[in-house]
């Protein structure tokens, strides 16, 4: 008897915790106010990424770029450090296998991160979802995973922070573009370092106690042995790839 009420107790207890899951994913609403909270929140880190951007602007017109040009690729692509490694790779005849092959590596991993989203953004039209995920970017959506694990249910949350990257990151550029000969160069004022910051920021905020630490470490120790010994970017995709995998892992068992 005393067993037959442990399981039951038991078998309420995850049917709660299933419950609570499903209804965390059932809140999320596609609003002009989760558009303006998403802003709000992520103008202190579009900020800094208009600080690389001014970086990009001044790469740009070194590498060749006008002024147009450089501005339709930030506004377009919106993928810092894409657009960095495909003004590095710039030359004329412009050589486009690389640049496309490159830059495809780069970008794989947002594959993981809108993965990640997938249960909230079912909940939205396919008009809203990729209307949002077109404004996605690394600093946007560690802030939107956020916002919606506390259960706050703001679909709109990535559309208004990725909102908040795309005016920056366009209009700094522009200004770099512009202003690049009297700028310099970026790394005299440590522009070079601000994304970094950024995302060591940001990692802060993820940490969620000791259980942290397995999979942040297999991403760091694959991708610094993959870095070794594959050429280009593939050590983004491999040090995400064999973190998820940990981590599925982990809950499986």
Known sequence: MAQTNTESDGNSSAGDEDVSAET???RVAFSL???????????PVALGVGAYGLVFGVLAR??????????????????GAAQLIAVGLWDWPIPVVAVIGTTLVVNLRYLLMGASLRPWLTRLSSRQAYTSLFFMADENWALTIQDLR?????????????????????????????????????ETYGLGFVLT?????????FWEGRDSLIPWI??????VS??????GRWYILAGGLAASLTEVTRNVR
Do not use: H, K, Q
């Open 218 to 223: 297999v991403a760091a120790v694959v991708a």
């Open 62 to 79: 070194e590498a060749g770029l006008s002024l147009l040009t450089a501005v339709v690729m930030s506004a377009t692509v919106l993928a």
């Open 150 to 186: 506390a259960g706050n249910g703001r679909g709109a949350f990535l559309l208004g922070s990725g909102l908040a990257i795309w005016v920056f990151w366009v209009v700094c550029t522009a200004i770099g573009a512009v202003a690049g000969g009297r700028i310099g160069n970026p």
């Open 33 to 43: 106010d989760g558009v303006r909270a998403g802003f709000v929140t992520c103008v």
């Open 226 to 231: 993959v870095e070794a010994v594959l050429p």
């Open 197 to 205: 910051a950024i995302f060591l920021a940001l990692l802060v905020s």
């Open 24 to 26: 965390e994913t059932e």
